[in-house]
C-alpha cells in the first residue's frame, strides 16, 4: 500500500491541474513524510552500468533503489531495463518516488543527427529544432525521461575536441539554436514524447587553457556577460529543466562549489527555476587529488551551498550531508530546496501521474529509427555539409564514372553516426561505400579500399576507436594499403577520400595539439594527387581542422559530420540531387599556431586588416595572416549569389525606436540553392572596447536560377546592447555599423547614427 502512495497521490493532482500550487502543495506533502536519508536520496544520482549483469534488484543500484537513496539513473539503455528500475523505485521503496533516468542524447537516439557542431552548419533553426524533438520521440520511447542536452559552451579553440558537442563561437547563433533545441526536448512537458533538457556545462568549459579538456579556465567577468554567458543564459529564459555544471573551475573555484555563478548569476540574475546537477564525479575530482579544494564532506557542502541540487556519481551528497547537517555546515532548508526542485522536475514530467510514462515497449518499436525518422535526419545531414571548395565544378560527380573512394572513413559503419552515439544501431545503416554502391546501381562503379591507417601511433588509434562500443578502425599494412588505393585510383574518374577524423577524434576527452588530417592520411592524399585525376575530399571532423595543403592542392574540399544517415546524404549531395548549403560556425586556421581564433574579436591598437603584408610593431605574424583560411559563415553551393549593398530604413534611430536593414540577393548561377544571408553589427566607438562584429540576424532562404528576394532585418536597440564596465546591459548612443552578407568577411555596410 504504502509503496504506491507517491505516485497515486501524483496521479490525483495531475489529472487535469497542473498548476504551480497544485504542485508545491503536493511536493510539501510529500516532502513532509520523507526522512532525511530518503531526501538526500532525491539528490543522488548514480551509474546505472552494472544492471547489465544479474537480477536488477541485487545490483548495487537495485538494492539502493529500494532503499530510497537514488533519485536518478543515467546510462541504462533498453525500456524493458528501464521499466525494471522504475518498477523497483515506485513498487519497492517505501514512497514510491519515481525516478528520472538520463542518457547523452546529444544529437538523436538511434536516428543520429549530424553531430552538433555540424547541425549547427545548417544554420536552420526549424530543422535543429525537429532533430530534437525527434530525438525527444526515440528517447522518451526507450525510457529516457531527460537528456544531458542541449551543450552551448561556446568554444573558440578547435583543439578542445568538445567543439564538436556545441554550436561553435558565436554567442547569438548559439542562443537561437539553444531555444530550439530546447523548444525541440521539452515542448511543453504535457507529451509523452517531451523530455527535459539540461544545459551544459555551466559554465566556460568551452574556454580551457591550450584547449585540453577539463583544463584551467581564466576569464574576465565582462567576457563572461559579453561573449560566453549569452546561450547559457538563453536556454535557460527559454525554460531549460534542468543545468548541468561543468568540470572546470570559474574565478579559481570549480564551477560546482562556485555560489556566485550557482545562485547569484543563475538563479537570482537569470531566475532559473529548474534543478542543477554536476557533471560526471565533479565532486569527487575536487578532492586534493583533482583540484584540492576540501575532502569530500567539504566539498559536498559547499557545492550543495553553492546551489548543486544533484550529485552526479560522486555519491558525497548521500554520504555525507547528513553529518554536514549535524555539523551545522548546511541546514535542512538547504537539503529541503534541492530536494524539492528534484520533485518539481519528475512532477513538471508527468512521473507521478505515470512513472512508466517513458516504458512504452509497443511506442519504442514504432518510432525507433523509423523511415519517418531516418528521412528528416537524411535531409538535414544533407543541409549540414560545408562546401569549402569546388574548382573547375569537380562537383557534383556523374554517377556513370568510375569513383574510387578511398580512406579509413570509406567503409567505416561504426564511426559514421560520430561522437556520443550510444545506442547507434550500425548494422541498420549504410557506410559511404554501401550508400554509394546503392545510389549509383548498375550505372555506375564505386571501387573502395581504407588506404590507410587512421592514425600512425597504433595505440593511439586503438585509443580512440575502441572503448566507446565502436568497431576499431582496422590496422593495416602502410605500404600493402597504399599500394592497393593507388591501384583502384589509377582505374578511376574520379577520387573521393573519406578521411579525417574517426567518431571519437572528437568529444569529451579528445584534445588534439595538430589540428590537420592525420598523418597518414596525408601522406596518401598527396600520393593520389600526383595522379593528376580529379579528387575530392570529404573531411570527417568535430572540429575546425587545418586544411592549409589541401586548400592549395585538393580542387574540392567538404566538411562533414556524421549522423546515422550520413552516407546517403553525402550521395544526395555528391550527385547533385541537392546543393551543398551548409555553413561553418567557427573559423577554420591556416595553422594550429593562430588558434583561439574566432571572427568577433577585439581591435587592438595597433590593428593589421587581414590579407594586408606584414608590418613590424603591429599586431600581426610574421608568417601567416591573422584571419582564418576559411572565415565564420562561410560556405559555397553548387550556384552563385549576388548581394546589393546594405540599405537602412533610416539613417538615424532613437534609443528606443528601430530601422529596417535591407539587402537583396540574387541567385546568379544555374541551379537552385540555399543562401544564409547574415547581419552584423559593430558598436564602433563605446565605454568599453567592442569587437569588430557581431552576428546578430540569419536568415536562411532558397532561390531558384535568376531569383532574387529581399531580406529585411529589423534592427532593434536589444541588438545594440552590451554589458558595460559596471556589468549594466545599456545602449550607449553613437555610431553603429550595420553590416550584411554570405559570411563576415564578405560584406557591405552602413552607418546608423542612434540618437539618445
Ligand atoms: C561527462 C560529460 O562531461 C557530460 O557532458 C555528460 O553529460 C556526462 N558525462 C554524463 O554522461
Redesign the pocket.
Known sequence: MKKITACALGLLFCLGMKSQTNMSTFISDLMSKMTLEEKLGQLNQLTGDDINTGAPSQTKIGKELIAGHVGSV??VQGVEKIRLLQKMAVEESRLGIPLIV???V?HGYETLFPIPIGLSCTWDLKAIEESAHIAAVEASANGIAWT??P?VDISLDPRWG?MA?GNGEDPYLGSRIAEAMIRGYQGDYSGKDNIMA?V??FAL?GAAESGRDYNTVDMSRLRMYNQYFAPYKAAVEAGAGSV?T??NIVDYVPASANRWLMTDVLRNQWNFDGFVVT??ATITEMQKEGWGIGDVKTVSAKCLKAGVDMD?VSQGFISTLGQSLKDGTISMADIDRACRRVLEAKYKLGLFADPYKYCDAKRSKEVTYCKEHRDIARRITAESFVLLRNEGNILPLDKTKKIALIGPMADNKGDIAGTWSFSAKPEKYKSVYEAMKAYVGKKGTILCTQGCNLLDDAHQQQAVSNGHGLTPVPRVDDAEAKAEALRIAKQADVIVCAMGECAWMSG?GTSRADLQIPAPQRRLLEALKELGKPIVLLNFTGRSTVLTWESQNIPAIMNVWFGSECGDALCDVLFGDTSPSGRLTMSMPYSVGQVPIYYNHLQTGRPVADGEPYRVFASNYIDQPNGPLYPFGYGLTYSTFSYSDVSLSSPEMNSNGSVTATVEVKNTGSREASEVVQLYIRDIEASISRPLMELKGFERITLKPGESRKVNFAITPELLKFYNYDLEYVLEPGDFSIMTGPDCKHVSQAILKVNK
Do not use: A, P, W
Request: aromatic share 18%; glycine share 4%; hydrophobic share 35%.
Open positions: 543515467l546510462n538520463g542518457l547523452d546529444i544531458f542536452s551543450m568538445r558537442e539540461c551544459k556545462h568549459y548541468m561543468s568540470f557533471d560526471y552526479m569529451e
